[in-house]
């Protein structure tokens, strides 16, 4: 259990090149303001705890979720095997799209962020403690492929609480790229840069493909032992 | 009376006419609670600050909602596991979250649920009814229920319930004030062109005031790149004027001192100094305002549908959620039928089918008004959906209204090319239509006239100009009987076959004689076959009504590829319209709204060109201040679209409460469920409403 939060944490970590292009935005937007490094940085901090309490709730939903469809099964394959498949399917995708192998549809995740995007606004020109984790509690709900990648494996969990541990884990994991863009890293030249893109691309195909090594139908239920779909199972 | 926020007219309240007819309250009134809520978060927002209140509000409850979530999650999955599963630790800890849920889940209540109530409170004040009252009503029963349930210590709670329906209620009821708000954009985008403020010279003294305040009688001054506050004449200056807010010609026109403007219109180039004449709401862009306005105040006959349906729909709600009620404490309990009577509240809420139609109608009118084409009213719309048959007046509907030279004769002994000459060197002298029309007959012809020598116009006869040969006369028949020429001959003959079939002629003639006459008739618009051809593909009856000698009814038919019934008396017109009519589906009449009133008043739907200037031309449904044929066809694909984004709306909205209340009487809907879903069908058909915006 803390092993695998482990890996979640440090699959955040390395993937969290991803969070830099995406949420960078917002995070820069939270530290609009001139303020020196310490209040800037607790700040960051506490806009990237709501962040992560969202992450946290939606991997508990997700986790409730893989555990009522626990009782079904299809075609011999249980729900949670299939959730890791969905899973690493959406990271190996993500890690394409980021090298630039293949082309994501940009067009729904367009449409869902253009609709959420005036509500988030106003969080995001809030100020005040309570409005820097509002803007990050709201921050949680816009559509990334990352996010689901991994609420897929919260899912498949096929447990409230492993959801909600496998998605903190996550989102911890993505804390320090934030903070570090939040405070205004401008250190890392477009080189660099490059090559974090590149590294974390190549680390979200690898956790793509283990993850659905771990799920692939043909191998034993053996492999999600001690899990909770199959404790629930027994 | 409008809705503080979205500016939508308000619904109507229960106590009818007389309670609507009243005058503006004091506070501002809003539609719903959404508009209330959207305007409170934005109030704020202007001053750069805190988090609003409201917002403050939502984002805590959000907060606490998603803890109180996450901890029946945790007794879910104990359930799930079942009691054997359960060891002493996990139920005193299952005790334990319930009093976290209950400390998390109370301010919930007081956040979210408390405005909800008094919002329906101050609408149920105003007469108007809506559910979330009991909604309201319903979460407290739950929350006291799971409170006695906590502290009993057995029985299920229903915290996450409560505090989820709050949540999506408000967060749905904001986005539908926000779907709501776009539709209204085009009125609100013609309020926002005039500038907050504008210079005037009012009793000698330079002032600023805002556009609305702007009185008859004041000096405005306008510079370049402004658009003008108020109808006025030129004192001072000359501009480029873009006119095409009023009357859709996108080339802007040169005025100067002496000529009128209109407000709304742009200077393009200049500085003017205007005397206003016609201001605020009686200005021209004031009365456009106001015809939008009328228009969307008006309700169609699917909206009538819909608020007779509305009011009947809250009380038999109210009933089945009593009856669900019942049903739920037969089947499990007081659990139970407060859930039931809950999910019955939420999935019966009338919210889809109240905006169904006004929102498509909005979208529709702001979407024509984008193309210079006003409708009256939504009830319009739905006629012009049902039309058969379009009938087109000619003369300044199908032509251009501009004559064109249609026959040339030279008197006998005359050369042509002479007449020609002497004809074009005295139009030049004139800016008359018929001048005109002359002079690019001869341009046609690479003639070329010497300029005259000096030219002289004659109100209402004609233009006398002085050439190197003499003295030239261009103008009517009576400007030659008047100067005693010699009226005779081919030239006399052609007069009388024009005058037959009533044409317009300019005789030219020097020397004592008439030596030439020149008959017109006048050009069709560029786009006249095109649009005509396009309606006619859209499976529509197109006819063309004149009152043109047969002959020429025939050779227009010819070019238009139509049908067209000539040498028709006005009461003609009306009978063809009554007999279309009789015949089956609306009838719509296309005309210039001036000589043709008639003919479109009593079509079902009256479309008026070239009513720019003139916005309240009372005859016509329609205006196309654009003054493009096309705009026909266009129009009647945006109708029927309409028609049909209404249908939809309406559909969806009793289909899923007719199915949804079927279910949640029968306890196979969560109350958590039946909100999302109000939620979710509210913002579809608002989203296909807005689709309307996208008519091309």
Known sequence: MIAEALTVTAGGFLSSAHCIGMCGGFAGAIGAARASFWPLFARQLVYNLGRVFTYAFLGALAGSAGLYLSRFTVLGVSPQQLLALVAGVLMIAIGLATLGVIRLPQRWAGAAGAFMAPFFSYFLSARGWWGYFAAGLANGFLPCGLVYAFLALAAASGDADRGAIVMTGFGLGTIPAMLLVGCGARFLSNVTRQRIFRFAAAFVLLLGGLTIYRGWPTRPAACCEGQGAVRVAG | ?696
């Not at chain 2, 939508?8 to 005058?23: E, Q």
């Not at chain 2, 100067?256 to 016609?278: H, M, N, P, Q, Y």
């Not at chain 2, 089947?331 to 859930?339: C, S």
């Not at chain 2, 939420?346 to 109240?354: E, M, R, T, V």
Request: proline content about 4%.
């Open chain 2, 1 to 696: 009376m409008h809705c503080a926020f979205c500016h939508l007219p308000m619904p109507l309240p229960r106590g009818g006419a007389a309670a609507a007819s009243g005058a503006e309250p004091a506070e501002p009134l809003y539609c719903c609670y959404g508009c209330r809520f959207a305007a409170e978060v934005t109030s704020a927002r202007g001053e750069k600050g805190r988090l609003t209140w409201m917002l403050g509000r939502l984002s805590v409850a959000g907060f606490l909602t998603m803890a109180v979530m996450m901890l029946a999650m945790y007794q879910y999955r104990q359930q799930i596991a079942g009691p054997d599963a359960q060891s002493e630790l996990s139920r005193q800890l299952g005790g334990v979250m319930q009093y976290a849920a209950l400390v998390f889940s109370a301010p919930v209540f007081v956040l979210l649920g408390i405005p909800i109530f008094r919002a329906a409170a101050d609408q149920a004040r105003a007469g108007i009814l809506s559910t979330d009252a009991l909604v309201v009503v319903g979460v407290g029963a739950a929350f006291v229920y799971s409170y006695l349930a906590t502290l009993r210590g057995t029985g299920d709670t229903y915290y996450e319930t409560a505090c989820v329906i709050l949540v999506f209620i408000t967060l749905g009821r904001w986005l539908e004030a926000r779907g709501k708000l776009r539709a209204s954009e085009a009125v609100r985008a013609l309020e926002r062109l005039l500038p907050d403020e504008v210079a005037v010279e009012r009793d000698g003294a330079p002032l600023r005031v805002k556009p609305a305040d702007v009185r008859p009688g004041d000096l405005l001054s306008v510079s370049a790149g402004d658009r003008i506050a108020a109808d006025g004449v030129i004192l001072r200056g000359r501009a480029h004027v873009d006119e095409q807010l009023v009357t859709g010609e996108s080339t802007p026109v040169v005025r100067e001192i002496g000529d009128s403007v209109r407000a709304g219109t742009l200077s393009t180039d200049g500085a003017l100094v205007i005397r206003a004449t016609d201001t605020g709401a009686a200005s021209t862009l004031g009365r456009l305002i106001e015809l939008l306005e009328q228009a969307r105040n008006s309700r169609s006959n699917y909206q009538r549908l819909a608020d007779r349906i509305a009011t009947w729909f809250i009380p038999v709600t109210i009933i089945l959620a009593l009856v669900g009620a019942g049903l739920g404490l037969r089947r499990g309990g007081a659990a139970d039928a407060i859930m039931t009577a809950l999910a019955v509240l939420l999935i019966a809420c009338p919210c889809a089918l109240g905006i169904a139609t006004p929102t498509a109608v909005w979208v529709a009118l702001g979407r024509a008004a984008a193309r210079h084409i006003l409708i009256r009213d939504g009830h319009t719309l739905e006629r012009l959906a049902r039309v058969r048959t379009v009938f087109f007046d000619k003369t300044g509907t199908l032509t251009t209204g501009d004559p064109r030279v249609q026959a040339f004769v030279a008197a006998g002994g005359a050369r042509e090319g002479e007449v020609l000459e002497s004809a074009a060197c005295a139009a030049s002298g004139s800016t008359h239509a018929l001048s005109r029309a002359v002079a690019l007959y001869a341009r046609q012809r690479n003639i070329s006239p010497s300029p005259a020598l000096e030219s002289r116009v004659i109100a209402g006869r004609g233009v006398v100009a002085l050439q190197s040969g003499g003295e030239v006369a261009l103008g009517s028949a009576a400007l030659m009987r008047e100067r005693g020429f010699d009226l005779s001959g081919p030239v006399a003959e052609a007069l009388a076959r024009a005058c037959s079939e009533a044409r317009p002629v300019a005789c030219v003639g020097w020397g004592g004689r008439a030596c030439g006459l020149f008959a017109f008739d006048e050009s069709l618009r560029e786009d006249a076959v095109a649009a005509l051809g396009a309606l006619a593909r859209r499976g529509v009856r197109v006819a063309v009504l004149t009152g043109d000698h047969a002959a020429r009814g025939r050779s227009l038919a010819a070019q238009l590829n139509t049908e067209v019934a000539a040498e028709l008396l006005p009461q003609d017109k009306l009978r063809r319209i009554e007999d279309a009519r009789r015949a089956g589906g609306a009838v719509a009449m296309v005309g210039d709204g001036l000589n043709d009133a008639p003919a479109l008043a009593a079509a079902d739907v009256g479309i008026a060109m070239g009513c720019g200037a003139d916005l309240t031309r009372e005859s016509a449904a329609v205006c196309l201040a654009g003054n493009e044929l096309a705009a026909v066809p266009w129009l009647l694909d945006l109708a029927r679209r309409t028609v049909r984004t209404i249908k939809v709306n309406l559909f969806w909205a009793f289909a899923y409460n007719i199915i949804g209340i079927g279910l949640a009487l029968t306890g196979r809907l969560s109350p958590i469920v039946a909100a999302a879903i109000m939620v979710v069908s509210s913002l579809l058909v608002v989203g296909n409403s807005l689709r309307l915006n996208r008519h091309e």
